[in-house]
């Protein structure tokens, strides 16, 4: 079975601050793919990176970076130097191999980015 | 803009009632997902059709159906509404399924209330 854990619900930063949304996934098989999502207030889904789970390279895109350690089953998600447009909620997906095209979403976690 | 359509936007009805929910993909796409988004059960996939076929099935309900039409746009069938069934609703789109990894593109949604 693929499960995908946020353990953080609710972030609230003040503008400028780093932040760091978790990722804890769990899968059998070998090969997957890991997707973070953010979903503003205007209700989207936005895609935002995917990974597959033979690139176990950090991956930077701006102010946004991700890393994803298979050792610890994490694929996490640093905003950096965060701006109040940022505020969203941000979701991590799996998949996999054995669990045919769907997107097994985590719950999300909502990040408030206050001014 | 995804170039995933979703019509309506806003659906509002009552209990016991049916209502077709209607999702255009990106051109060229030939997989459409159905993805329910609720308070309680957060992100959960649907149903996908590939190419007028259905592929893959998740926690759809009895009273819900779907189907893809030769041109690809797809509807969505709930019936005997229950409140319960209050929640976003994500039409995504692939370019096709060949395995996990697709990147999907999501609309942006129709939003159910049952009253």
């Known amino acids: 079975a693929q499960k995908v854990t946020q353990a953080q619900t609710e972030i609230s930063v003040v503008e400028k601050e780093d932040v760091t949304l978790d990722c804890v996934y769990e899968t059998r098989d070998t090969t997957y793919y890991l997707f973070w999502y953010k979903q503003p207030p205007s209700g989207e889904l936005v895609f935002l990176i995917r990974r597959n789970s033979f690139d176990e390279q950090n991956e930077i895109s701006g102010r946004y970076s991700w890393n994803f350690q298979k050792s610890t089953s994490s694929f996490n998600f640093t905003i950096t130097a965060s701006q109040v447009v940022d505020s969203a909620v941000y979701f991590c997906a799996l998949n996999s191999q054995g669990g045919s095209e769907k997107l097994v979403f985590g719950k999300g976690t909502k990040l408030t980015v206050n001014p | 803009d995804s170039g995933v359509t979703q019509t309506p936007k806003h659906l509002i009805t009552a209990t016991g009632q049916r209502v077709t929910l209607r999702c255009s993909p990106r051109s060229g796409d030939l997989s459409v997902y159905w993805y329910q988004q609720s308070l309680d059960q957060g992100l959960q996939f649907l149903i996908q059709?590939?190419?007028?076929?259905?592929?893959a099935k998740g926690n759809i309900l009895e009273r819900f159906s779907a189907q893809q039409f030769p041109d690809l746009h797809s509807e969505l069938n709930l019936s005997s509404l229950e409140l319960g069934d209050s929640a976003l609703y994500f039409c995504a789109s692939s370019v096709d399924a060949g395995g996990p990894g697709n990147e999907q593109y999501f609309g942006p949604g129709t939003r159910l209330t049952v009253t």
């Open positions: 059709y590939y190419n007028g076929e259905e592929r």
